[in-house]
Antibody, heavy 120, light 107 residues
């Protein structure tokens, strides 16, 4: 069965950097459009950004609050999605999820999430 | 920036029908998606492309869009359906956006 597994979360000071990874298995990662979503403590879901498949142009879009600080990339040879986060702020604290845009083989897939805590 | 508007809360009696709305100006041209999130868990995709149901999702969940309003309908709500529900779509710019979420109470 297809699976997404995030890693790389942790405690970081304001102004610091962190790299999150999302390892995919059991699916055609190279054809998938991938999305990062975050959820602050007690808050709703927030779209962070999306990367299209290379065959669809590989276009990357970001939410306004992270543009210029966060960078999404993918390594199709490793079936892995990345989120490089720089100049972190306390308001970036939350659980970060990776997900496939839409469905794969008729089902939706989300990772279990990884917690990022930006605090001094 | 583009916004999707949902009611903060909806209540339904067990076995009755619950409807959760999502309002957005681009919905006539952009697909709507619905997600369920139970406490402490990752979201689950319930509906994609306005009205399509992924495999494994119970038939009591359905979606529709009319004009600028997308609606998630839960027919015969069960206690296990208590959760937060989020609509999702894309702006004309390509940026994704979630609605603020609706807390469904079954009582």
């Amino acid at each position: 069965e297809a699976q997404l597994v995030e890693s790389g979360g942790g405690l970081v000071k304001p102004g610091g950097s962190l790299r999150l990874s999302c390892a995919a298995s059991g699916l055609s990662f190279n054809t998938a459009w991938m999305i990062w979503v975050r959820q602050g403590p007690g808050k709703g879901l927030e779209w962070v950004g999306r990367i299209k498949s290379k065959k669809d142009g590989g276009t990357i879009d970001y939410a306004a609050p992270v543009k210029g600080r966060f960078f999404i990339s993918r390594d199709d040879s490793k079936s892995t999605l990345y989120l490089d986060m720089n100049s972190l702020r306390t308001e970036d604290t939350g659980v970060y999820y990776c997900t496939i845009f839409g469905v794969f083989m008729g089902r939706g897939y989300w990772g279990q999430g990884t917690l990022v805590n930006v605090s001094s | 920036s583009y916004e999707l508007t949902q009611p903060p809360s909806v209540s339904v009696s067990p076995g009755q029908t619950a409807r959760i709305s999502c309002s957005g100006d681009a919905l006539p041209k952009k697909y709507g998606y619905w997600y369920q999130q139970k406490s402490g868990q990752a979201p689950v995709l319930l509906i994609y492309e306005d009205s399509q149901r992924p495999s494994g999702i119970p038939e009591r969940f359905s979606g529709s869009t009319s004009g600028t309003i997308a609606t998630l309908t839960i027919s015969g709500a069960q206690a296990e359906d208590e959760a937060d529900y989020y609509c999702y779509s894309t702006a004309n710019s390509g940026e994704g956006v979630f609605g603020g979420g609706t807390k469904l109470t079954v009582l």
